[in-house]
């Protein structure tokens, strides 16, 4: 099982970036996907989760306005679509797959079974 994220990058405040995870070696429509980051000196948190059937989306307040996560089966790839970024918002970001994850633990990193080598997403002028 591999999660290749890729879109990182250096950007100003105010700009877009959009994430990518292509995953192999899952059923991919088995998978809950998310998205999560860590900032140096903290802990790694939820970013955003969809889910593996219907593909319902959840994002933590900090994002929901600004952030869209989003699934192509085909691909079998992942999205962060990151608008209106901050600099808040930098840190290394880290795709993850779940094959049972409960809508309850959508945010929990133990949910999730497999992990992505992150990306750097850094917002500064």
């Known amino acids: 099982v591999q999660l290749q994220a890729s879109g990182g990058g250096l950007v100003p405040p105010g700009d877009s970036l959009r994430l990518s995870c292509a995953t192999s070696g899952v059923t991919f429509t088995r998978y809950t996907m998310a998205w999560f980051r860590q900032a140096p000196g903290e802990e790694r948190a939820f970013v955003a989760g969809i889910l593996r059937s219907g593909g319902a989306t959840y994002s933590t307040d900090s994002v929901k306005s600004r952030f869209t996560i989003s699934r192509d089966g085909a691909k079998k790839t992942v999205y962060l679509q990151m608008n209106t970024l901050r600099p808040e918002d930098t840190a290394v970001y880290y795709c993850?797959?779940?094959?049972?994850?409960?809508?309850?633990?959508?945010?929990?990193?133990?949910?999730?079974?497999?992990w992505g080598q992150g990306t750097l997403v850094t917002v500064s002028s």
């Open positions: 993850a797959a779940g094959p049972s994850v409960i809508l309850s633990n959508v945010p929990s990193r133990s949910a999730y079974a497999y």
